[in-house]
T-cell receptor, first 113, second 115 residues
């Protein structure tokens, strides 16, 4: 079945560092890919998404490119801030749509000033 | 503000109590979900409703009883819970249509503590 694998956390960086959180997937067909973020004490919010190969999703300085050849959707940000501290979830939805959304295990990110 | 509102945000209940979690979505979606998020465990899908009809129950114990009176409202009725049921319960909604690309929108969650 479909699955998502994220790099294990926790990840701790200093402010203004470059961020990469790896995400790879296994799926049949052409899934859509998502990154969700969960700030402390809150629910999940959609950060960005890409619906076809080579699409780049971007939001709030974060980017991720849908790479079909490597089945990856790595999250990147050039200069992180303390306010980016959160848990980040990679997810995919396959041909059955949102009702079969598959989440990775989440990566906790802490940014130190 | 995601358009999905959950109440209460925090709930403490005894094992013999009966309580309910409420979710309302203002997005015009026709699919609604309950997820459970426990510490150190992956996000777990509990129930899915499409056009008020339950379409998925992920082997959830009967002490959790969902109710969907219309496409905008979803409840999770709780009774005789166990301490291990303490978790963050997330409601979500999406537009139901075939194919990939539909986005799920989450509420802020209800923190449940069973004592």
């Amino acid at each position: 079945g479909d699955s998502v694998t994220q790099m294990e956390g926790p990840v701790t960086l200093s402010e203004e560092a470059f961020l990469t959180i790896n995400c790879t997937y296994t799926a049949t067909g052409y899934p859509s890919l998502f990154w969700y973020v969960q700030y402390p004490g809150e629910g999940l919010q959609l950060l960005l998404k890409a619906t076809k190969a080579d699409d780049k999703g971007s939001n709030k300085g974060f980017e991720a490119t849908y790479r079909k050849e490597t089945t990856s959707f790595h999250l990147e940000k050039g200069s992180v801030q303390v306010s980016d501290s959160a848990v980040y979830f990679c997810a995919l939805s396959g041909t059955q749509g949102a009702q079969k959304l598959v989440f990775g295990q989440g990566t906790r990110l802490t940014i130190n000033p | 503000e995601t358009g999905v509102t959950q109440t209460p945000r925090h709930l403490v209940m005894g094992m013999t109590n009966k309580k309910s979690l409420k979710c309302e979505q203002h997005l015009g979606h026709n699919a609604m979900y309950w997820y459970k998020q426990s510490a150190k465990k992956p996000l777990e899908l509990m129930f899915v409703y499409n056009f008020k009809e339950q379409t998925e129950n992920n082997s959830v114990p009967s002490r959790f009883s969902p109710e969907c009176p219309n496409s905008s409202h979803l409840f999770l009725h709780l009774h005789t819970l166990q301490p291990e049921d303490s978790a963050l319960y997330l409601c979500a909604s999406s537009q139901d249509s075939p194919g990939a690309g539909n986005t799920i929108y989450f509420g802020e969650g209800s923190w449940l503590t069973v004592v």
